[in-house]
């Protein structure tokens, strides 16, 4: 007969911390692994209704629906920074304009000083050249962390896709995997956890798709309304930042605003981006993401921007990206285990907005299954 060892409180606290530590400490060592595996992961779950199309409408082979399905995804991907650096490259060639338009702009600035602060041209000069020579040793570092960070972009840019097709391809054996790692008693409620994570998955990403047109639509119609040049380029800048929940859309006003700076010397148009990016911020908090996104993860605003700092602290922009998908899939788990289900209530948003609809849900499988 099975004897259940029941540890007191500290004992779990303790125990609880150190596995949170060791699991913290092994993303952050191994990100150069991790992080590409779990890019690929979440694209595969989107790209699997699409393989699983080819290979049982279109009757295609196994090997050639998942090859096929990652170079579409490859070419969708390729088309879009295309677009950007077709645009990129048109805005490089009014380079000459630009710089006359940034030093105007220095030049007022200079001029602010020193009715400001009583700071001639000359001083101002000297404190620049004393703030110059002092960073250049932070900057040469910069420099060297730019260019790891290029070349780490790059490989997973050649191996997302490879882990992708290679997902898709031996999909079924890691499911015969998992199965294998529980008794069969509790197979019922696997295949409902994964179920569910693969329409939350599915429904999340392609509710970021959605997000993203629109945002970028409405962000070029604004900017051009005001009459800002590489209109189309920045909404679409700003649709891609915007993938990164809270921080994306300041990121993306801010380069914008610097676009602004050296495309012409009238300041007044930086108000009209500011409305811009206000206005298009106000649609999309408050109409795309409670429906579109936030309705397919369920995960409430404050562990979603502790998740979104770990994630940037752990694995960088990928990292902030791959938060809230990834708290998404364990409070799934959570919620089906009954020692767990506590801490999903924590990470899951329970206003009253939705509670008629909480109601309404099947209830959950009381058995646990084993660790």
């Known amino acids: 007969m099975k004897q259940t060892v029941q540890f007191p409180f500290y004992a779990k606290f303790a125990l609880i911390l150190f596995i949170i530590v060791s699991v913290t400490a092994l993303l952050y060592l191994g990100q150069s692994v991790i992080v590409p595996l779990l890019m690929a992961l979440l694209f595969a779950i989107l790209l699997r209704p699409v393989a699983n199309f080819m290979e049982k409408k279109m009757k295609m082979p196994h090997v050639l629906a998942c090859l096929l399905t990652v170079v579409l995804f490859v070419v969708f991907i390729g088309g879009i920074f295309y677009f950007i650096s077709i645009q990129v490259v048109e ?149 891609l930042l915007n993938l990164i929940p809270y921080i994306g859309i300041l990121i993306a006003g801010i380069l914008t605003i610097v676009a602004s700076l050296t495309g012409t010397t009238d300041l007044s148009i930086i108000v009209g981006i500011i409305v811009v990016n206000v206005v298009v911020q106000l649609i999309d908090n408050n109409l795309l993401v409670p429906m579109i996104v936030s309705s397919k993860v369920e995960i409430n605003a404050i562990a979603s921007i502790v998740g979104i700092i770990i994630g940037g602290i752990l694995g960088g922009i990928s990292g902030m990206f791959l938060a809230i998908p990834i708290m998404a899939i364990i409070k799934v788990i959570f919620d089906r285990i009954d020692s767990l289900e506590p801490w999903g209530y924590l990470l899951g948003d329970d206003l009253p907005r939705n509670f008629q609809w909480r109601k309404k849900r099947p209830e959950k499988p009381q058995a646990t299954p084993e660790a």
């Not at 015969?176 to 999340?204: D, G, M, P, R």
Request: aromatic residues 10%; contains cysteine.
């Open 91 to 239: 805005m490089a060639n009014d380079w000459n304009t630009m710089k006359t338009n940034l030093m105007q702009h220095y030049h007022n600035l200079q001029a602010y000083v020193k009715d400001t602060f009583e700071l001639d041209r000359d001083q101002q000069e000297q404190l620049i050249s004393k703030a110059a020579d002092s960073s250049l040793d932070s900057g040469t570092s910069m420099v060297s962390t730019t260019l790891v960070s290029f070349s780490d972009t790059m490989m997973n840019l050649v191996l997302i896709p490879i882990y992708i097709f290679l997902i898709l391809l031996y999909r079924n054996h890691f499911i015969k995997f998992l199965c294998k790692l529980f008794n069969e008693k509790h197979h019922e409620k696997l295949q409902q956890i994964l179920a569910t994570i693969k329409v939350s998955v599915q429904s999340y990403i392609i509710g970021l798709m959605i997000e993203f047109v629109i945002v970028s639509v409405l962000t070029s119609v604004g900017l051009m309304i005001i009459g800002m040049k590489y209109a189309i380029l920045l909404g679409v800048i700003t649709g």
